[in-house]
């Protein structure tokens, strides 16, 4: 069975200071991986994904992620960071292109001025 | 891009009352559309997946004849809290899942409170 493990539930920057968002996943097969924001009260927008090929994947706002594939890992990544990314971040895991998501807990990203 | 919508955005229904939630997309055809729920400050749990003219398939506890889904074309899934009860009460998104790239293109959820 699929699990998501995102290791930080809160997080807490400053202001255009670097940010890692860790996601560790567990799946018996070939996985697809997926960042997503979601803003209080609002659905979820698709931040990156990898689906195959390079593994590291870049994103929309400037947000990246690598995946691991030894560690089981596909931590996300922003070198600065704006109050505008204070929100929830899932991290999301799948067995199948178009198949059901299973998601991580939520990591809260706050940015502090 | 791919947009879904959900209807109503916040229902407020007394208990033991249903209330149907619609979720569409409105510019691509979904082969799948998936139910997820979502408490306070907690992550989405996927409740069901439906496909077009098919019966919905239910994640482990979650209630079939509580929970009614009916995916009846390509554009528009419904889901139907039958005899509302608080703990009902959660933030309801749906997603819908393309035929060209696969990717789930998600609603923008809806806010249901039983009273």
């Known amino acids: 069975a699929q699990s998501v493990t995102q290791l930080d539930s809160q997080v807490p920057v400053f202001e255009e200071a670097p940010v890692e968002l860790r996601c560790n996943y567990s799946?018996?097969?070939?996985?697809?991986l997926f960042w997503y924001v979601q803003y209080p009260n609002q659905g979820l927008q698709l931040l990156l994904k990898?689906?195959?090929?390079?593994?590291l994947v870049k994103g929309i706002n400037g947000f990246e992620a690598e995946f691991n594939k030894s560690q089981t890992s596909f931590h996300l990544r922003k070198p600065s960071v704006h109050i505008s990314d204070t929100a929830e971040y899932f991290c999301a895991v799948s067995e199948m292109r178009g198949g059901k998501l299973i998601f991580g807990q939520g990591t809260e990203l706050s940015v502090k001025p | 891009g791919a947009v879904v919508s959900q209807h109503p955005s916040w229902v407020i229904c007394k208990s033991g009352t249903s209330v149907k939630i619609e979720c569409r997309s409105l510019?691509?055809?979904?082969?799948?559309m998936f139910w997820y729920r979502q408490f306070p400050k907690q992550s989405l749990m996927l409740m069901a997946t439906?496909?077009?003219?098919?019966?919905?398939?239910?994640e482990q506890g979650v209630e079939k004849d509580k929970f009614l889904i009916n995916h009846a074309s390509l554009t528009l899934s419904t889901l139907t809290v039958t005899s509302a009860h608080p703990e009902d009460s959660s933030f309801y998104i749906c997603s819908a899942t393309g035929q060209v790239n696969y990717e789930q293109y998600f609603g923008p959820g809806t806010r249901l409170t039983v009273t």
């Open positions: 799946s018996s097969v070939s996985v697809y």
């Open positions: 510019d691509f055809q979904a082969t799948t």
């Open positions: 990898y689906l195959s090929g390079s593994t």
């Open positions: 439906s496909n077009e003219g098919s019966k919905a398939t239910y």
